[in-house]
């Protein structure tokens, strides 16, 4: 038999918990495919666990120590945060260590740093658990798709803010019910920021980007709007037009350059994404010789994320996780398309007074904007009162324009008399080529 692989598992938390379990309920199977048993020789952490089964391995509070260790082959980061993780990343890179990590918000701000520190120490980074937990969504881009040239893609990548939208949409629950019935469920963090406003969503964008278009790791250049401006009443609306509302990650190549946007959606109701609901995760890449595949599956919790670490530590241990390096922003040449550049469907949502005329108003300027509508819904009946005048709700979806186009158009349109406060916005995705 060769060599054991020999691991270090910093971070004693939920991943942590279930690679451990994994290792011990799948060892047979783990170590056939690997060619050789999986050792696990340090856990390192901020406290010890106990009860927590650690394979034999000693329980350290320095995660120095397992980088000093020369018997250990790779360190798999499971502590989280940004400084003390991205430190650590580093620091056994550079130790020639080969570094398995779930951390997507290192991975999109620091990930070309780490691809590179990779290569030059000749070890391996991997992060498949860091985008959609148990789907193995890196190795569909990296391995699977090889020889594609991917068009586009776009993946319900947040699990919380899909949970929230689907309360929204079934149990017509308000945000804030539903968003605290997601955090006493254990779907949502005490403190859901990320989630909601969509910076984790724009993290893993950020990484699946990368794999597919050589852009490196551009986190700050990714267009991100949360679900936290959404109410029951678009999602309604949106249902009457024969649409979902959901929250995607969209990259996209264009004439321009590449598109990277994370948002609330209308996805048509008959598309394979509108009905993936709950806290599912799912990301279509639409390729030119594939053309469409879809992967689906849950996005977080300690069995599913294990299942990808794990993953990542049987490639190492095969020898099949070799440096590379995607190739880079500069390489390939292509930029980030600028948001005014954008091209979209729109749903709009226009506050008007209740009196004839304002959608002829409305529609002409639209029509001088060169925007065509394509489905209008105009309630006499749904009258809100929540400002001093009394105001009715245009909905209006429009066919693809740009989104600076429809800038203007939004400021023309807030400037009529008639209408009453600021036009809700939301883009449609029809998932073709451009
Ligand atoms: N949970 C998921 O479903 C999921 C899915 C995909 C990716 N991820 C990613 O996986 C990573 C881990 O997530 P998790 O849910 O397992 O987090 P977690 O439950 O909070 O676990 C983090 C663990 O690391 C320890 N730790 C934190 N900071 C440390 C430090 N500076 N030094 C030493 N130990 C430290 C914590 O110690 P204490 O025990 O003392 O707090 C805890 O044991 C994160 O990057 C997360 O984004 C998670």
Same mark, same amino acid.
């Given at each position: ?38 050792? &696990? ?40 945060? *940004? ?9 056994? +890179?550079? $130790? ?17 740093? =780490? ?47 899909? =949970? ?14 539903? !968003? ?27 990484? /699946? ?15 991100? *709007? ?14 009457? /037009? ?10 996209? +190549? ?7 946007? &994370? ?9 394979? /994404? ?21 992967? =689906? ?39 980030? &398309? ?7 469907? =729109? ?7 209740? #009196? ?11 029509? *001088?904007? @060169? ?11 749904? %009258?809100?009162? @929540? ?9 209006? !979806? ?6 600076? $186009?429809?800038? #203007? ?9 008639? %209408? ?15």
């Amino acid at each position: 038999l060769e060599r054991a692989l020999t691991i270090a598992i910093c971070g004693l938390g939920t991943v942590a918990q279930g690679v451990l379990e994994l290792l011990r309920n799948n060892a047979s199977v783990i170590a056939a495919r690997s060619g050789r048993p999986i050792r &696990v020789r340090h856990v390192a952490s901020r406290s010890e666990k106990p009860g927590v089964d650690l394979l034999g391995a000693a329980f350290t509070t320095s995660l120095d120590s397992t980088i000093e260790d020369p018997e250990v082959d790779v360190v798999v980061e499971l502590i989280g945060g *940004e400084e003390a993780a991205d430190l650590l990343v580093r620091r056994a +890179l550079s $130790a020639g260590k080969s570094v398995v990590t779930a951390n997507k918000a290192i991975i999109a701000k620091h990930g070309d740093a =780490y691809l590179r520190l990779a290569r030059d120490a000749g070890v391996a980074f991997c992060f498949e658990s860091a985008v959609a937990g148990g789907i193995p969504i890196i190795g569909a881009l990296t391995h699977g798709l090889a020889a594609n040239r991917v068009r586009w893609l776009a993946g319900i990548i947040n699990g919380t803010s899909n =949970y929230i939208l689907t309360a929204m949409a079934q149990s017509a629950q308000p945000f804030a019910v539903a !968003l605290s019935d997601a955090q006493a469920l254990g779907y949502a963090e005490a403190d859901p920021t990320f989630d909601i406003e969509g910076i984790d969503a724009a993290h893993k964008l950020t990484i /699946l980007a990368s794999l597919a278009f050589g852009v490196g790791f551009r986190f700050d250049d990714v267009y991100t *709007e949360g679900i936290d401006t959404l109410n029951i009443e678009d999602i309604e609306y949106a249902r009457q /037009l024969g649409y979902r509302i959901k929250h995607l990650g969209i990259a996209r +190549l264009v004439a321009q350059g590449v598109e990277l946007r &994370v948002h609330p959606t209308l996805v048509p109701e008959k598309h394979m /994404l509108a009905s993936v609901d709950g806290v599912m995760n799912a990301i279509m890449i639409h390729a030119d010789a594939a053309g469409d595949t879809l992967y =689906y599956g849950a996005g977080a919790g300690a069995a599913p994320t294990a299942s990808a670490v794990v993953a990542d530590i049987v490639d190492i241990a095969k020898g099949t996780a070799v440096p590379w390096l995607p190739a880079t922003h500069e390489d390939s040449g292509l930029r980030v &398309v600028n948001m005014k550049d954008i091209h979209s469907g =729109y749903y709009l949502k226009i506050p008007s007074l209740d #009196k004839p005329g304002v959608f002829a108003r409305a529609a002409t300027i639209l029509s *001088e904007h @060169e925007i065509s509508i394509e489905a209008v819904i105009q309630k006499e009946q749904a %009258v809100h009162h @929540e400002t001093d005048r009394a105001w009715v709700p245009i909905v209006i !979806l429009t066919h693809e324009i740009s989104e600076g $186009a429809m800038d #203007k158009a939004i400021s023309a349109l807030e400037a009529l008399p008639d %209408v009453v406060g600021p036009i809700k916005r939301i883009r449609v995705e029809h998932f073709a080529d451009v």
